[in-house]
């Protein structure tokens, strides 16, 4: 299986394999430099489309593997999520729960009035009451006559949608499978106990940052924010009067989170924008003004927080991943504000990862393995047809579900 993270800032692909004594076993992952993204949104196409072309294609080289289709993460600003809630009677005259009754009361609650540009991307089952009792994951084959469902569902712009799916049809990747970011990000550096108590993941890319409340083992509500480290790359280049690249390099090699971080001794060359100059500056000018941005950016993560759950709520406390979490000092930083306890999240639940995979910036990418993985059908591998039945299992599920 294939996962797939389209950034702004890069293209993510892992592939994976899964063992039943072993787990999920990664055999590969290539990450390009993306472009025709802006903001989590594709707005070049054919941008788009050759930079996921570069990623797979380097993927294919690593591994050996030719790659038909990925389970991909989707993020953007248009994005948002909505509780809902619906009731049904359970028709059966002995009380038995069918199929039906549970397509009818998901279908009922995912009756809600949209504007005209925005879709349904998914819709997760937080849980069933039956007859008042609460918690149930799956109701056929129980008994009630009261059938409930509380739902959240998530929705996007029409056209964000079907942008990445035209970019994917573009290099005939088949990628009929998408799913939130969040919800990927959720598999690989949550665990399960935070997702049950309650936690807050904010994924911090480079042109925007999710955050997600999950409670009760799933997610609850969601919102985008249009910022990133490219923000603070973009002010280094400013005030350093040098150009981007240089900017980034800087900022992942020597930068920090807060002036206090930073050492006297530390001294960083920066060239100017034309590149035929050096210039000596300080690691705490650097910090400075890093700082501010980082300030800025916790702010507005804070309060749009506060809009999504209340904090006390939060048990889990927040889970910082994403590119961003990378800059040395933020996870301290963003505690000291946010007065709950704040980690580092690295895709951890695939075991056995070797160190530059187990980093924060590919929490998606391999989160989508895990995704992938638990929603597909066992697959009986028979030996004959070795690793192939598995592959024609994963793309009729795929198939399947996103139909
Ligand atoms: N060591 C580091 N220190 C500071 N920042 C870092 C470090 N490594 C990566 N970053 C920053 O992380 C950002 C990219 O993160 P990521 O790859 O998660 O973004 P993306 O998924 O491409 O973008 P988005 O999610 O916004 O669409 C860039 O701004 C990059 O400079
Ligand atoms: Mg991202």
Redesign the pocket.
Same mark, same amino acid.
């Given at each position: 299986m294939v996962g797939l $993270?389209? @950034?702004?800032?890069? *293209?993510?692909a892992v592939l994976g394999e899964i063992n039943h004594i072993n787990g999920i076993n990664v055999l590969g992952l290539a &990450?390009v430099p993306?472009s025709g !993204?802006r903001? =989590?949104n594709i707005v070049d196409i054919e941008s788009t489309a050759r930079s996921i072309d570069a990623c797979l294609n380097e993927l294919e080289r690593l591994t050996g593997v030719e790659i038909m289709s990925a389970l991909t993460g989707f993020?953007g600003i248009s994005i948002s999520a909505v509780s809902n809630h619906a009731v049904v009677a359970v028709g059966n005259p002995n009380y038995e729960i069918t199929r039906e009754d549970k397509e009818r009361v998901l279908h009922s609650a995912q009756n809600i009035a949209l504007p005209p540009d925005k879709t349904i991307v998914q819709v997760i089952e937080r849980q069933y009451i039956i007859d008042g009792y609460d918690g149930v994951t799956d109701p056929v084959g129980m008994v009630g006559s009261r059938l409930e469902v509380e739902i959240v569902v998530i929705i996007a712009a029409t056209a964000a949608i079907q942008n990445l799916q035209r970019s994917a049809q573009r290099i005939n990747l088949h990628c009929d499978k998408i799913a939130y970011?969040q919800l990927l990000v959720a598999e690989s550096v949550l665990t399960s106990s935070e997702k049950e108590m309650g936690v807050a993941i904010v $994924?911090? =890319? =480079? +042109?925007?940052?999710?955050i997600s409340v999950f409670s009760q083992g799933s997610i609850l509500s969601t919102s985008v924010l249009p910022i @990133? +480290? $490219?923000y *603070?790359?973009k002010d280094l280049a400013i005030v350093l009067r040098t150009s981007i690249e240089d900017a980034?390099r800087i900022?992942?090699?020597c @930068?920090v989170a807060a002036p206090e971080m930073a050492r006297d001794d530390v001294i960083i060359n920066a060239r100017n924008i034309q590149g035929n100059d050096v210039r000596q500056v300080s690691q705490q000018l650097v910090a400075d003004i890093i700082s501010a941005r980082v300030i800025e950016m916790v702010e507005m993560i804070y309060t749009e927080l506060q809009q999504l759950t209340y904090l006390d709520k939060l048990a889990g406390g927040l889970v910082l991943t994403? =590119?961003?979490a &990378? !800059?040395?000092g933020?996870v301290e930083v963003m505690e000291g504000y946010m007065d709950i306890p704040v980690r580092l999240g690295l895709p951890e639940n695939i075991k056995g990862l070797v160190g530059d995979i187990n980093i924060?910036?590919n929490?998606?990418a391999l989160g989508a393995l895990i995704y992938g993985f638990k929603h597909m059908e066992p697959a009986i591998v028979d030996t004959r047809a070795g690793v192939s039945s598995v592959f024609h299992k994963v793309n009729y599920w795929l198939k399947d579900l996103f139909s």
């Open positions: $993270d389209v @950034g702004t800032s890069s *293209i993510k &990450q993306s !993204l903001k =989590g993020s970011n $994924d911090m =890319g =480079g +042109g925007t940052t999710e @990133g +480290g $490219d *603070i790359s980034v900022k992942e090699d @930068g994403g =590119g961003g &990378q !800059l040395a933020i924060p910036r929490s998606v």
